[in-house]
């Protein structure tokens, strides 16, 4: 099996590192300006004469690229695997997909908590959950200066509304398509961006439960965490410390702990869900009903 990576920015050097390391797979190339020892490179997609040569591609480009390259990749090839790197678009766009399979880079889904959460949810009635997510910017990458980084600017598709589009993409795989959506995206902090720092929005699903949700690049606190409420129980699911507790009504608590992570694990189950033909991956349409969900936000705060 051959993989074409396009853009080897830190997210397409992750999975490369991944992807080196799965057996079925004999050759990864890339398409980017950088001269990479001992690994076949092009400086553009157009450059790539044959692209019916490789079976798998990641779009790990900057956001605003995503649109022109899936469609050049729909127009010129049949039948192939193509992975795009979440969120799918900077905002809103319509797109029609007809030759080939997309998935959605939506990492999480691929977490242990969340996936026993979605289990937990066939006998449970949902009527509240909060969703909190933070990590100061400047901590992130602490290797690059945060103020060049796409997260800070704008027009690259930064933002923490986009960056963080984890939260809305399973807080609608776990309840359902958010609506009635209530919301404040700023920039409020003194960190030198001119994205949103701080996105919080209020909305409910289609059974009628409340979804309370909150993500920001300005606490130096980190953290992320799920408290979520049925007529049973209450559940906190702490994404960091891989805790899952349930408390009952008469306050009987039951406490659930996963084993850390390691860093590329996710990854790893992430692809290897793609190329066995699992169902676990974020598909083309729900990503589509995330960028719905972000449009509704941007445009309640263009103001």
């Known amino acids: 099996m051959k993989v074409l990576i396009i853009g080897y920015g830190s997210i397409g050097k992750r999975h490369f ?3 080196s390391e799965f057996n079925t797979i004999d050759r990864i190339d890339l398409v980017t300006k950088q001269n990479i020892k001992n690994v076949i490179c092009y400086k553009n997609i157009h450059e790539v004469k044959d692209l019916n040569q490789y079976d798998y591609f990641i779009i790990a480009s900057e956001t605003n690229k995503h649109y022109e390259q899936l469609i050049y990749l729909d127009e010129n090839l049949k039948d192939k695997k193509i992975f795009c790197e979440k969120p799918l678009f900077n905002k809103e766009k319509k797109i029609k997909i007809l030759n080939n399979d997309i998935f959605i880079g939506y990492v999480l889904r691929f977490h242990p908590l969340l996936q026993k959460l979605k289990n937990i949810l066939q006998n449970e009635k949902v009527i509240n959950v909060n969703i909190k997510c ?3 910017l400047p901590t ?6 945060y103020r060049k980084s796409y997260s800070a600017i704008k027009s690259q598709g930064g933002g923490v509304l986009l960056d963080l589009s ?8 776990l309840f359902g398509k958010i609506k009635d959506i209530k919301s404040y995206q700023v920039k409020i902090s003194d960190l030198e961006i001119d994205s949103d720092d701080l996105t919080m929005f209020l909305g409910r699903v289609s059974n009628g439960a409340m979804i309370n949700l909150s993500i920001d690049y300005i606490s130096k606190i980190t953290h992320r965490t799920i408290i979520m409420d049925t007529l049973d129980n209450s559940f906190k699911i702490d994404l ?19 084993k850390a992570l390691e860093r590329n694990d996710m990854f790893i189950s992430m692809h290897k869900s793609i190329l066995n033909n699992e169902n676990t991956n974020c598909t083309l349409k729900e990503a589509l009903d995330i960028m719905n969900t972000i449009t ?5 705060n263009n103001g």
Do not use: C, F, S
């Open 166 to 173: 984890h939260e809305i993409d399973y807080a609608q795989w």
């Open 240 to 258: 960091i410390a891989n805790t899952l507790m349930q408390t009952n009504k008469n306050g009987k608590i039951k406490l659930i702990e996963e």
């Open 17 to 19: 590192e991944v992807l």
């Open 134 to 136: 933070g990590q100061y």
């Open 296 to 300: 509704i936000i941007q445009e309640q």
């Open 140 to 145: 992130w990458r602490p290797t690059v200066d």
